[in-house]
């Protein structure tokens, strides 16, 4: 006999466990993300809304979630089971949008809280006669807004210690019917899955059927709506094929097409269903098999981390991979582009094209300011280049990444100030510093007449940004505030400088790492999802 173990430090491990999956993130587009996200989603709202509340709460009902595809019957069989209209059955598709749980008044508190599928908002409507042929739902009424919502009834004809789920259509052309499908099943004690006739070969019915095989959850299945001329022929294909999949010993129950299938108040007659219903009130009731329902479900779920949690902590290494990957192209580009850049500077590239003309023509034909202007013009090109270049290097890298088509990390600077706006503030800042220096330096000189500080700085500049060529201007500034005074200077001007340049490279460095920053993707995950397994195993 299987049992359910509910001691609190497996609820403790499970806790952790969960907590650890829940913060795993798969943000970048690999081949795999979307399989990652959607087993993590997948296992948290089975560890959220079945395992841990199973686990505290083993007296509560069981929960059977009646799934399927679209047309195949459910909220009719429901109905039909209940032995009165509480789920809106009808030709119009899909029918079911707000989910239905029905259970006996006695066992109403166990549902209207949020001990299970506690992202669900509870709803209820005023009772309505069984002869109005117009149910009330949430979102019906005008104005009414779309919400996650789960309806809850109450039936005496129901037997205390089962609940039934009417979950939307698992094919709905409305993926969030969809996702919520998938969510409600991810609750159950029991899958109740239902098909037609007519489409019990489609895709999506089996893929449940194989993931309820996966998770070894106690499974029934319902070939519903089955003309009665092919009933034999029918069932036979379908069980031939349950077989051919593994699942041959599974329950299974063939309800008839009636003409109350369609026409009635969503009821059939109770002969129908009536094989089912009795399935259902045995195992809730049999103590033995209540066990036997539940233990399996949790355990075939528990045994099933021993190959999710591992391919959770492999999708997040190959996040983690690939992050690394990009923030390695940046960082290359711009450590590539910073050495290029000091080498440049080292070598007075600065001093060309313009500023050269200008430094020519000083102090004749060229003010100070105007050689300033010049030299820190021609020093914004300069890292402008240099940054551009970096760009250009991470952008062809990164072209070779599928993650780096992440929203976010591609396309333009998302900044209002572009890179030239910004590189330009800080050289403009430099100069404004440099003037400072040169004016500290001037007002220090035991002279009657002190040089123009705005003299000196330009001298200053060129001498640090002309190379060889800016020789000249050194041993002009030697003249105007002494060979100790220009060496100091000289020394100042080019700390404050290197402190600038290093900090714009930095800082659009930094700049195109933040998206990839924001993207919050750590080593951690995988190692932590790793441990929390083998807790796990070992307090089983």
């Not at 549902?111 to 149910?135: I, Q």
């Not at 399996?296 to 528990?302: C, H, I, N, S, V």
């Not at 503030?425 to 040089?451: G, I, K, N, T």
Request: proline share 6%; net charge negative; charged share 25%.
């Amino acid at each position: 006999m299987v049992t359910l173990d509910v001691r609190p430090q497996l609820l403790d491990t499970l806790s952790a466990l969960r907590d650890r999956v829940a913060a795993a993130r798969f943000p970048l587009p690999l081949a795999g993300a979307p399989r990652a996200r959607a087993n993590r989603d997948e296992l948290l709202a089975q560890l959220d809304d079945y395992l841990v509340p199973r686990l505290r709460a083993p007296e509560a009902p069981l929960l059977a979630v009646v799934g399927g595809s679209t047309g195949a019957g459910k909220s009719t069989l429901v109905n039909s089971l209940v032995g009165h209209r509480v789920s809106e059955a009808g030709v119009l598709r899909p029918t079911t949008r707000t989910p239905v749980l029905v259970c006996h008044p006695a066992d109403h508190h166990w549902f209207s809280g949020m001990r299970v599928l506690p992202d669900l908002a509870r709803v209820w409507v005023p009772h309505h006669d069984s002869r109005d042929d117009d149910l009330l739902l949430p979102g019906d009424l005008p104005g009414d807004q779309p919400v996650r919502a789960l309806r809850v009834e109450t039936a005496d004809t129901l037997p205390r210690g089962l609940a039934l789920l009417d979950a939307p259509d698992v094919d709905s052309l409305v993926a969030e019917n969809r996702v919520l499908a998938a969510e409600l099943l991810c609750a159950a004690d029991i899958w109740v899955m239902v098909t037609s006739a007519a489409r019990y070969a489609d895709a999506v019915p089996w893929h449940l059927l194989r993931t309820a095989k996966e998770y070894d959850a106690t499974l029934v299945t319902v070939l519903d709506r089955v003309p009665h001329q092919v009933v034999s022929e029918v069932s036979r294909q379908y069980a031939a094929l349950l077989t051919k999949a593994g699942l041959g010993d599974v329950p299974r129950f063939t309800v008839p097409e009636l003409p109350e299938s369609v026409w009635s108040a969503g009821l059939l007659p109770a002969t129908a269903v009536a094989a089912l219903r009795t399935w259902l009130v045995q195992h809730a009731q049999d103590p033995g098999a209540r066990q036997y329902v539940m233990a399996r479900t949790a355990q075939g779920l528990l045994d099933s981390l021993r190959t999710r949690m591992p391919e959770l902590a492999g999708a997040a290494a190959a996040q983690y991979a690939a992050a690394l990957r990009l923030t390695t192209a940046v960082e290359g580009a711009y450590d590539r582009e910073h050495a290029r850049l000091r080498d440049r500077l080292q070598s007075g590239a600065v001093l060309a094209g313009g500023a050269l003309k200008r430094w020519r023509a000083f102090p004749l034909d060229c003010t100070a300011g105007e050689l300033l202007d010049a030299l820190v013009e021609s020093l914004g090109a300069l890292l402008l280049c240099a940054v551009t270049a970096a760009d250009e290097r991470v952008a062809e890298a990164w072209r070779r990444e599928p993650a780096a088509t992440a929203p976010g990390l591609a396309g333009c600077d998302p900044s209002p100030e572009s890179a030239e706006h910004r590189i330009g503030f800080a050289v403009r800042r430099w100069r404004r510093e440099l003037e400072e220096y040169a004016e500290d330096e001037a007002r220090q000189l035991d002279r009657s007449v002190a040089p123009d500080p705005e003299a000196v700085a330009a001298l200053v500049a060129t001498a640090l940004l002309g190379g060889r060529r800016g020789r000249h201007a050194g041993e002009r500034l030697a003249d105007r505030v002494g060979a100790h005074g220009a060496l100091r200077l000289r020394d100042r001007a080019e700390q404050l400088l290197t402190e600038h340049v290093d900090r714009v490279v930095h800082r659009e460095r930094e700049r195109r790492l933040a998206p990839l920053d924001a993207l919050d993707i750590h080593p951690e995950p995988q190692a932590e999802l790793i441990a929390a397994l083998s807790v796990l195993q070992k307090e089983r």
